[in-house]
């Protein structure tokens, strides 16, 4: 311990002291709290997965889980009454994620509210959204059906807080995706969030409208939650997932009655580890948080293409084609599945620039999706020029960086037959097998994919 002096910026400052006030401590402490959260975010040691998110034991070789092994890339959908002030409130810019504006705003529950009355997306198509995750080579779709805000996308008996009651909109639109999505063969799978819920009384996250002391949380997990999860299962035919978030302080025998709940009704629903307390079907990585190298488990990084996940107006830090792509690769050579967000305007548009990106991801996997679905981690892990994944005694090699003297050298491989995958083109390999002889300049300068065969 040493006592330092240092200059803190006022804006700084006053966020520091109003979150010690919250939570009655001392503004010394909230910034050692804070300085501690920066170094553990850059600290690599930590384990990319957190525990509390992980699977469940046994789950590894469930073939519960083999199409979502299978399907590697999935559609993730963040939308929601946030997508209408799209990251203004009040003529002010709120900063950070489109979605969570009610909670950096502090936008009193009456207020929030009322923008379901202005929800009217008549612009929204199940079959454009649903098409563009099958163009884009996802073969699971994940929707936001409650997000923290409590707004619920499905006709709910148990809150009028549902776009059937409360907006002039009027349509279920997780009915009219889950149809969707079986009509064009793409499991559908929903969000939910099961620990915040800024609307519900009782519900976890709202400071600003709800005191604590009061809320009864453990019944708004068994007289709400609960009943909520059994329409979703119940209303909509067979549901691939339920991916639940942030579990917080939700405790074991919470996540054990939330697991059990969906397994009454669909023992086949996988249930992704952010239920907490380890007692999730797979494991999930942090938002945009990708693994240094291989994990042993059935995982996903959830990821956004910009920066936020609900619609903001002011968000244009589009990640490149080539960025997704290797990213894509990257998880699958790490044995991770990514699920990767868009966030609809209010009119129920998909952003152009997400359609773009996705549409060239969709192009590089009609190329070259042999060597994404289906694959496991590869033999070559933590070299920096190239990818691998394997799959039925094939090693893909994804080439990032492409030699000028077309001359790949393997590290750690014995090749017995190299070929292109794309073109299907054979490639000579050296007497040794360590050396794939290739074109001198790169065949596809995002991501060159040769199928090796090895000895
Ligand atoms: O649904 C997406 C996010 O809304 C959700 N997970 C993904 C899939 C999520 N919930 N919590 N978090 C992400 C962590 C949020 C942290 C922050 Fe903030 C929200 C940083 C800035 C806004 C909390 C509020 C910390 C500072 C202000």
């Known amino acids: ?88 409130w009040h003529g002010h810019e709120i900063p950070g994620i489109g979605e969570w504006i009610m909670y950096r705003a502090e936008i009193p529950v009456a207020e929030y509210e009322k923008l379901a009355a202005d929800f009217n997306p008549v612009k929204f198509d199940a079959a454009e959204w649903v098409g563009l995750a099958k163009r884009a080579g996802q073969k699971y779709l994940v929707l936001t059906t409650k ?77 709400f939650v609960i009943p909520q999860l059994e329409e979703l299962l119940t209303q909509y035919g067979p549901v691939g997932l339920i991916w639940f978030d942030t579990p917080k302080s939700i405790t074991q025998e919470q996540s054990q009655d939330l697991l059990d709940a969906v397994y009454k009704l669909q023992p086949d629903c996988l249930v992704c580890g952010r239920l907490g307390n380890g007692l999730g079907d797979y494991a999930s990585a942090g938002d945009n948080k990708i693994p240094g190298s291989r994990v ?85 892990q933590d070299v920096a020029w190239c990818r691998t994944t394997a799959k039925n005694g094939v090693v893909y090699l994804h080439v990032f960086e492409w030699p000028s003297d077309g001359k790949i050298t393997v590290p750690g491989l014995t090749a017995k037959s190299a070929t292109l995958l794309a073109t299907g083109e054979k490639l000579d390999i050296s007497a040794g097998g360590d050396t794939v002889h290739g074109p001198t300049s790169a065949p596809d300068p995002v991501a060159t994919v040769i199928a090796i065969e090895t000895a």
């Not at 006030?21 to 402490?29: A, G, I, L, P």
């Not at 549902?162 to 995706?177: Q, S």
């Not at 996903?300 to 084609?321: C, L, V």
Request: charged content about 25%.
């Open 1 to 88: 311990m040493k006592d330092l002096k240092v200059t803190i910026p006022d804006g700084i400052l006053a966020r520091l002291e109003k979150h010690a006030k919250e939570h009655n401590m001392s503004t010394s402490d909230a910034v050692t709290l804070m300085l501690s959260h920066m170094f553990g975010s850059f600290n690599t040691a930590r384990p990319a997965i957190d525990p509390a998110r992980s699977q469940r034991e046994g789950a590894r070789t469930d073939p519960r889980l083999d199409w979502w092994r299978e399907a590697k890339f999935g559609m993730f959908i963040h939308w929601g009454l946030y997508a209408i002030p799209a990251g203004k």
């Open 296 to 380: 042993e488990l059935d995982w996903e990084t959830p990821a956004t293409i910009n920066d936020t996940w609900g619609f903001k107006t002011n968000d244009p830090n589009w990640k490149s084609s080539e960025d997704l792509i290797r990213k894509l690769i990257d998880i699958a050579s790490k044995g991770g599945n990514y699920l990767l967000n868009v966030g609809p305007t209010a009119e129920g548009i998909i952003p152009e620039p997400s359609v773009k990106r996705l549409e060239d991801m969709g192009a590089w996997l009609a190329a070259n999706g042999d060597a994404v679905y289906g694959t496991k981690a590869g033999p070559v």
């Open 147 to 223: 997000h923290h805000d409590g707004f619920c996308l499905f006709k709910s008996r148990h809150t009028d807080y549902n776009i059937v009651d409360a907006t002039p909109f009027k349509r279920d639109v997780v009915k009219e995706l889950a149809e969707e999505c079986k009509r064009q063969g793409i499991k559908m799978g929903f969000y939910y969030s099961q620990t915040q819920d800024w609307h519900h009384p009782d519900g976890d996250g709202n400071y600003w409208d709800y005191d604590a002391t009061k809320q009864n949380f453990d019944s708004y997990i068994h007289d």
